[in-house]
């Protein structure tokens, strides 16, 4: 029907005309959503750069990556300086506290951590007598700290020497402004005993990236074995 208002040539020249057109709208919308947002952003200061994976330091089959360690053993100790809550032991257990358990428990150890978020049951608030799964006496928080807690989130931290969990169990004991169960008599012994005794054994370490890589090697090589026969 355009034919009887325009020629041939007029209408080759609209229907170009009519591309141009969508082309040019077609360039304008990708340039929109393409290039106009990157222009935008390159104003702004760059994003804060995610902070490097922390080294794990809590034990074996930690999810977090840390250096081998070789194993050593540890000679025996007077009970009295490990089981008194001197200012070098609160000390040595803060220093620890903020590497292992500062994560779920908090700084203050309220169970605030930035880790804390999704764990079931919460992590404990130290700051607060109710709920403690073992109770509040030194031998009670050093098996805590030694088998971890069934069914939680808390894990073992057998991994760390002896004085060490001990360190950690009196600066627990000490966030909390409550009073404490008194140790059972039997229980406080053997734990003096364990101290005097002969030296510890303190395991050796790989972190589990090591440890699947020497799983995969060992069963490539019993493989091989097989095939050989």
């Not at 003096?192 to 395991?203: M, Q, T």
Request: aromatic share 6%.
């Amino acid at each position: 029907m355009i034919d009887k208002y325009a020629g041939p040539e007029e209408v080759k020249r609209l229907v170009s005309a009519l591309l141009a057109a969508v082309v040019a709208v077609g360039l304008t919308a990708l340039f929109s959503f393409i290039v106009v947002p990157g222009l935008r952003s390159a104003n702004h200061p760059p994003a804060a750069r995610l902070p490097a994976t922390p080294i794990g330091r809590s034990g074996w089959l930690d999810p977090l990556e840390f250096p081998p360690a070789a194993g050593y053993v540890l000679p025996p100790v007077d009970p009295k300086t490990v089981m008194t809550p001197t200012p070098q032991m609160l000390e040595r257990g803060r220093v620890l506290f903020a590497d292992h358990c500062a994560p779920c428990h908090g700084e203050k150890g309220m169970g605030d951590g930035p880790a804390a978020k999704g764990l079931v049951p919460a992590p404990r608030d130290f700051t607060r007598p109710y709920r403690w799964k073992n109770g509040t006496s030194l031998t009670a928080v050093f098996q805590t700290l030694t088998e971890g807690v069934r069914g939680g989130a808390m894990s073992s931290f057998d991994t760390l020497p002896r004085q060490d969990r001990m360190a950690l169990a009196h600066l627990v004991r000490a966030l909390g402004a409550f009073p404490k169960n008194q140790d059972d008599p039997r229980a406080l012994q053997a734990l003096r005993d364990s101290f005097a005794s002969g030296g510890e054994r303190v395991p050796a370490r790989i972190p589990v990236s090591l440890a699947m890589r020497k799983l995969i090697e060992e069963d490539a090589a019993a493989r091989l074995k097989r095939n050989r026969r």
